[in-house]
């Protein structure tokens, strides 16, 4: 985060293919190293003995120890208290807990321990596979009860399991399954090989950890997995991790859902498919105080959606909270926020939020998008689309394709109150269209940043929701000093909805605001 507020266009554009480069990793323990480190602590891989299935027992008790340590400065009336502390981020919900005192508690947990509780079952159960595979085939329909519970090993059948109830883990070699999952703390995993698949879950399930490490690897299916808060690749005070590696798969959760990171990493990875995404708030990507959850789709023409259950009360009788779709999110004024990352790498994708979301972030915190290719949409209210609120930093970068911006204000590479917000799209012919504070916008002393590199593009300020002189270019005087908004149009044949605009222009918008519209030689710059 210093780095970001000290330069603030360079420390987020780098900062943002830093880590968008570390989440790529084939081998998720390098992942979830990386994004330990990112939060200043240092994950250790602990070797482990054995081959397959007894290697990946032998694993988590080696990860149950570490788990222990995390927590032992803590005494039961104080893990209590961090079990309360799951109220500050369900909506509607009334925390029975200071956040001083919370915070006090927090502290005292050694997350170097606990992460590297989930490095090492990741890193042993990847290594793994292969013999872990062979060994389910010869083992169908076995129970192999370990110090902290049992795991299952399942037939090539339609099977159908329960998680909990002294069930930590599932092995399944095939068929068509149903897993139903109760919520959950400690360790638990599920390894299923192929078919396709359906997983139900309750709070902290679905690769959801609490206190703990949950993990869902599935190899092979069309899926369908649906939970309710923190689950499907998300943590509070754990390490979550779910892993699709193909089939046009489908999710829906709630609450902290679908690579949620609160006090700990959360990670959803789906390798292909048409996937469809659907969430309520705080989810795909989100990032908590000391939280860092990654959202990272490899292949497919994907649909996000999320929103359409918690009104946002305090400004619209009509628009829903999002909090989503690499949002970054702090526990204003106690303690700054985490990072939210997500990451596309193909497909043409539509992406629905509604206020909040799409690579943004609130309070001390950081929220990214990088868009690697397809001609994408992306749909959203207010504060989205590289909006920054609350000495913070955002960036949407989209790298190529044919892309559609659509938003009411504070959006499209957007600052609020000391902090910076970018939209970078890099080629394609694009469309942008906002009514205010949008468009390279810097509002109380933010800074608002929109870069379109190549293309013949478009540049629309709709009056459908009032008329706003706001937008393109705008930064206002604030507190004695001035805000930035800046726009940049490096190649092509652009429109403009302001009649006095055309290609090839240099205008002030403000003051402290700017439209450049320039022809580059190399068709636009790249850094």
Not at 16 to 43: A, H
Not at 462 to 487: C, H, M, P
């Amino acid at each position: 985060m210093e780095r970001v507020m000290n330069d603030p266009y360079e420390g987020n554009l780098k900062t943002l293919l830093e880590i968008s480069k570390e989440i790529s990793s084939e081998e998720m323990w390098r992942v979830l190293k990386s994004m330990g480190e990112r939060l200043d602590t240092s994950p250790e891989r602990f070797s482990v003995e054995g081959k397959g299935i007894p290697a990946l027992v032998y694993s988590m008790a080696v990860s149950e120890e570490l788990i222990s340590e995390a927590f032992s400065n803590l005494t039961e009336e104080e893990l209590a208290i961090l079990d309360k502390g799951i109220a500050f981020l369900l909506e509607g919900a009334e925390p029975e807990v200071e956040e001083e005192e919370f915070l006090r508690i927090v502290r005292k947990v050694e997350r170097d321990r606990l992460y590297s509780a989930g490095v090492t079952i990741v890193s042993t159960m990847e290594e793994n596979l292969d013999e872990i595979r062979e060994e389910a085939d010869t083992k169908e329909n076995n129970r192999i009860s370990t110090p902290i519970g049992y795991v299952v090993i399942g037939t090539k059948g339609d099977d159908e399991y329960l998680l909990g109830e002294g069930v930590i883990g599932v092995i399944d070699p095939g068929g068509n399954d149903l897993y139903k999952w109760m919520e959950s703390s400690g360790i638990t995993f599920v390894i299923d090989f192929s078919g396709n698949d359906t997983y139900i879950g309750e709070d902290f399930s679905l690769g959801g950890a609490r206190f703990g490490i949950s993990i869902l690897y599935d190899l092979s299916g069309n899926d369908y997995y649906k939970g309710e808060n923190f689950s499907i690749g998300s943590s509070y005070f754990g390490v979550g991790v779910l892993r699709d590696f193909s089939g046009n798969d489908y999710y829906e959760g709630d609450t902290c859902t679908q690579g949620a990171g609160v006090f700990g990493l959360g990670v959803l990875r789906d390798h292909s498919g048409n996937d469809t995404y659907r969430a309520a708030f705080e989810s795909q990507a989100f990032g908590f105080t000391w939280g860092f959850g990654v959202l990272h789709d490899l292949s497919g023409n994907d649909l996000y959606y999320a929103g359409g259950k918690y009104l946002d009360y305090l400004r619209f009788k009509d628009r829903y909270l999002s909090l989503s779709q690499g949002f970054g999110f702090g526990m204003r004024p106690y303690a700054s926020g985490g990072i939210g990352f997500l990451r596309d790498d193909s497909g043409n994708d539509v992406y629905f939020s509604d206020v909040f979301g799409q690579a943004s972030s609130y309070w001390f915190s950081l929220g990214y998008i990088h868009d690697l290719s397809g001609n994408d949409v992306y749909q959203g209210w207010l504060y989205n689309q590289g909006a920054a609120t609350h000495l913070c930093g955002s960036l949407l970068l989209e790298e190529k394709g044919n892309d559609s911006y659509y938003a009411k204000g504070v959006s499209q590479g957007c600052g609020h109150d000391l902090a910076i917000g970018m939209l970078i799209d890099r080629e394609g012919n694009d469309s942008y269209i906002a009514a205010d504070l949008s468009q390279g916008a810097g509002n109380a002393n933010g800074i608002g940043i929109l870069i379109d590199n190549s293309g013949n593009d478009s540049y629309t300020v709709t009056e459908a929701f009032g008329v706003y002189d706001n937008a393109q270019g705008y930064g206002n005087w604030r507190r004695d000093f001035g805000s930035i908004g800046i726009l940049i149009d490096l190649s092509g044949d652009d429109k403009y909805s302001e009649p006095d605009r055309t290609n090839n222009r240099f205008y002030r918008g403000t003051n402290y605001g700017v439209v450049l519209d320039v022809e580059t030689k190399e068709g636009g710059a790249r850094d």
